[in-house]
């Protein structure tokens, strides 16, 4: 990244192609297009680091959610359950669906659904790649926040009165 935001990819990369045979590390062409050692360029990098600001991380009620209860599969995430008036829910997602990508992040297990969600915040709209019955679709969904506390399943059956 720090390449890309200092204006020096383009150049890098071709150096590095050019040079790969003799250095495949890329060390000799970031020396040249910075026009210092790699320890200078390292002490540059680490300061550009360190003003940036860090990832938001938020997980817990209120944090951006699809609304949904998780299986795993081989491949994706299939929907095992949806929150009632949750985003996916509200974006015409199912039971059984499988998650393919998320804001066009492949998402093959809870884990990489969380970090997903984590970049965004309740109201944003992230594209999703689904699977339905073998066909591969897309929609997009504005995500919702997280319940504090556990909201019924859009397909739970209503608890009888007593």
Excluded: C
Excluded at 18 to 34: L, N, P, V
Excluded at 127 to 154: N, S
């Amino acid at each position: 990244m720090y390449l890309q935001v200092t204006g020096k990819l383009p150049k890098w990369y071709a150096l590095y192609n050019e040079g790969f045979a003799t250095d495949s590390s890329g060390i000799a062409a970031t020396e040249k297009i910075y026009g210092k050692k790699i320890d200078e360029v390292e002490k540059d990098w680490v300061a550009w680091l360190l003003k940036l600001d860090p990832p938001r991380l938020v997980i817990g009620p209120g944090a951006a959610s699809l609304g949904i209860v998780s299986n795993q599969l081989p491949d994706a995430l299939e929907i095992a359950q949806l929150v009632l008036q949750a985003a996916a829910e509200k974006a015409g997602l199912a039971v059984g669906d499988a998650l393919i990508r998320v804001d066009g992040t492949r998402v093959i297990d809870r884990e990489d659904l969380m970090l997903v969600l984590a970049r965004h915040k309740a109201g944003d709209t992230v594209k999703i790649e689904y699977r339905r019955k073998g066909d591969y679709r897309d929609t997009t969904a504005t995500l919702t926040p997280m319940p504090a506390m556990p909201q019924p399943p859009a397909d739970a059956p209503a608890k009888p009165k007593p």
